[in-house]
């Protein structure tokens, strides 16, 4: 089976087959920075690592490139709230996201620019968008004109003549339709901005992506990614100027990623229902929350319920001692052997089916909750050896480093664990765990045993049980 990916245009899955071969081209939309990240930021861009990671298991030389978004006006607005300069306020929250991505254990990208070291892509872009009649000078802006370009709506599944309510614009002076979109901001002298042939001002939104992605992998990228909310209008308007400017197709296959929801509704700033990336990683281990976000596929929309992450902790405990479990025998096994022993034969078995299936999950347009399925599927047929006959198979080092090794690709490629697989065992109490034992320690001074008992069930359901002493409580794995 050969890597399928789910294309909205066609609305089906196609067989992917990049531009150049053996080498992939994939932009990635990145944050805007005017705050600090949040899960939904990360989700995205795990989201470009996990497909690159897989393309590059499949044996391509991938450009990954993602991009922030570092001047417009919610930049300027926050930067005119703290009174500092816009470069400050977008700094802090770049460098956040470094922080954040790296303790998610997901890589840099191999570029990731900036709007306001671009503006020369953009000036040019929109230069032979004018000359092309596609857009047109005003006296506050420079406008896409979205009726010149025939196939606008064709992405978002959108009719054009339905668009005229809800849909996201700048309403401004000269403006010929309501659908209209800025790809130049004038402003005035004293506000941040770049020259340009009409006028002092700032690149729309979109603008800014289309530049730079065909900037860094040509007038076609293979994927274009980023969240559902950018299906429309972001991701629209810019395969509509890309291909109005280019005369060619702008993405072949486009990448979205299912929303997060907290109490059903949009995780966003504006209705302040967001989790911060920061806080989230104070709280839990950064492999249980990037394991979580990979435990379903990415283009599904799933509620946030940090009870979840609790449950994802158990569950990448599994596959920890189930690593842990192979090593400790490959350790003990003898280096030779001339007769394979049935239970050996079982888990070697086990490890070719789950190895295959394995692979046709993620060339099933990227299915990392299925593939992390396959996982536990050997899982659960290695303990249930070991119980049969653990002698046996602990002597068979041939079906243990098959095993080991399947556990090394699969979890691998996935980067489940930020140091490779778990081989020495350790106790590591999460914080969320350490903060339960204090609340349950003050309960029982406070006579609260109803809330004491409460949190002794989540520190259990976590993997561990508490041992009450003279000198305090303690937890233990199970």
């Not at 497909?51 to 391509?60: P, Q």
């Not at 930049?75 to 400050?88: C, F, P, T």
């Not at 909750?369 to 996982?375: D, E, N, S, T």
Request: hydrophobic letters at 40%; a negative charge; aromatic letters at 8%.
């Amino acid at each position: 089976m050969s890597l399928r990916i789910y294309d909205p245009l066609r609305k089906r899955k196609v067989e992917f087959k990049p531009v150049n071969e053996g080498k992939v081209g994939m932009y990635f939309c990145g944050m805007t920075v005017q705050s600090e990240p949040h899960i939904g930021h990360m989700l995205a861009a795990l989201t470009g690592d996990m497909v690159r990671s897989y393309l590059e298991y499949l044996g391509y030389e991938v450009t990954h490139i993602q991009n922030f978004t570092d001047i417009g006006d919610s930049v300027l607005e926050k930067a005119l709230e703290e009174g500092v300069d816009y470069k400050v306020v977008a700094e802090r929250n770049i460098d956040l996201y470094f922080e954040q991505a790296r303790a998610l254990n997901i890589r840099d990208a191999s570029i990731y620019p900036r709007a306001t070291e671009h503006i020369p892509e953009m000036l040019k872009l929109i230069e032979r968008l004018v000359e092309r009649e596609h857009a047109y000078d005003s006296e506050e802006a420079v406008y896409f004109a979205v009726r010149s370009y025939d196939n606008y709506g064709q992405l978002s599944g959108r009719k054009i003549d339905d668009l005229y309510s809800g849909v996201r614009v700048e309403v401004s002076g000269g403006k010929r339709d309501e659908l209209d979109f800025a790809l130049w901001k004038k402003c005035p002298a004293d506000e941040p901005g770049f020259d340009s042939p009409w006028g002092r001002g700032r690149p729309g939104w979109h603008i800014e992506c289309s530049a730079m992605a065909s900037r860094y992998c040509g007038e076609t990228v293979d994927l274009h990614g980023g969240g559902l909310d950018l299906k429309f209008p972001h991701h629209e308007n810019e395969r509509a100027q890309s291909e109005a400017a280019n005369c060619s197709t702008f993405a072949n296959f486009w990448l979205h990623n299912g929303m997060l929801t907290v109490g059903g509704e949009k995780m966003s700033k504006s209705l302040g229902n967001y989790v911060a990336m920061g806080d989230l990683l104070e709280r839990y281990n950064p492999e249980v929350l990037r394991f979580y976000l990979l435990s379903t596929h990415f283009r599904s929309r799933s509620e946030f319920e940090e009870k979840q992450l609790v449950r994802a902790e158990g569950s990448l405990d599994r596959i920890r001692e189930f690593s842990l479990g192979l090593h400790e025998r490959l350790a003990a096994a003898p280096e030779h052997i001339e007769v394979q022993s049935a239970v050996g034969k079982a888990l070697a078995d086990a490890t070719t089916r789950a190895l295959e299936r394995w692979r046709e999950a993620m060339d099933d347009d990227f299915n990392t909750g299925g593939a992390i399925g396959r996982i536990f599927e050997l899982v659960k047929e290695f303990n249930r050896l070991v119980a049969a006959d653990d002698a046996a198979l602990s002597a068979d080092r041939e079906a243990l480093v098959a095993a080991r090794d399947a556990l090394e690709t699969m979890a691998g490629v996935l980067r489940l664990f930020t140091d490779g697989l778990p081989i020495e065992r350790k106790l590591e109490i999460p914080p969320q765990v350490t903060a339960w034992l204090a609340e349950r320690d003050q309960a029982r001074v406070d006579k609260d045993w109803a809330g004491a008992d409460r949190l002794r069930d989540l520190i259990h359901e976590a993997g561990f049980v508490i041992l009450d002493g003279p000198e305090g409580s303690k937890v233990k794995a199970r």
